[in-house]
């Protein structure tokens, strides 16, 4: 009996400890902040939190964004920055999409195929692509008078070590 009794609680422990691993792992998650949430705006299902993936799937371009120190003061800490690559010839849905904010500013970043908006609609799939930064007045993912944006020179997918400045007020 009193082995049948220790068999149970190392059962029991083993449960414990698997279901402390799963919890971890949800919890992580759980941290990400959604996707354009609470903007009343357009959302982006897949735009990725802002931490860059470790494990890039397709092609990866990666660099990092600034925010010109004469724009510096229009911008307010928690304001949503989209940084995101679309196709030079194609549609303008961007092809992945990164969410941060302004104090996260100067930040590294990698856009890959996991961040893609649709099916298809890939980093690997462009033969060129251009990076942009916008930081949104409004949070909303569609573009507005006011937002303070960058844009990166034409790029092929795999591109590293690119740099986009936020230097420009939208109309």
């Known amino acids: ?101 302004v104090r996260e500013l100067p930040r590294a970043f990698v856009l890959d195929d996991s961040m893609a908006m649709a099916p298809g609609m890939t980093i690997s799939s462009a033969k060129n692509v251009v990076v942009e930064a916008r930081v949104s007045q409004t949070g909303n993912a569609t573009p507005g008078p006011g937002d303070l944006v960058g844009k990166s020179a034409t790029l092929t997918p795999g591109a590293a070590n690119i740099h986009v400045r936020i230097d420009t007020v939208n109309p």
Do not use: C, H, W, Y
């Open 1 to 101: 009996t009193s082995q049948s009794a220790t068999s149970q609680s190392a059962t029991s422990q083993s449960a414990t400890s698997q279901a402390g691993t799963s919890q971890d792992a949800t919890s992580q998650d759980a941290t990400s902040p959604p996707a354009a949430a609470g903007t009343g705006g357009p959302q982006l299902p897949n735009a990725k939190s802002a931490t860059p993936q470790a494990t890039a799937t397709g092609a990866a371009i990666s660099g990092d964004v600034s925010l010109a120190p004469d724009l510096a003061a229009r911008a307010r800490p928690e304001q949503t920055v989209f940084i995101f690559a679309r196709a030079v010839d194609g549609p303008r849905m961007p092809l992945a999409v990164l969410r941060t904010t």
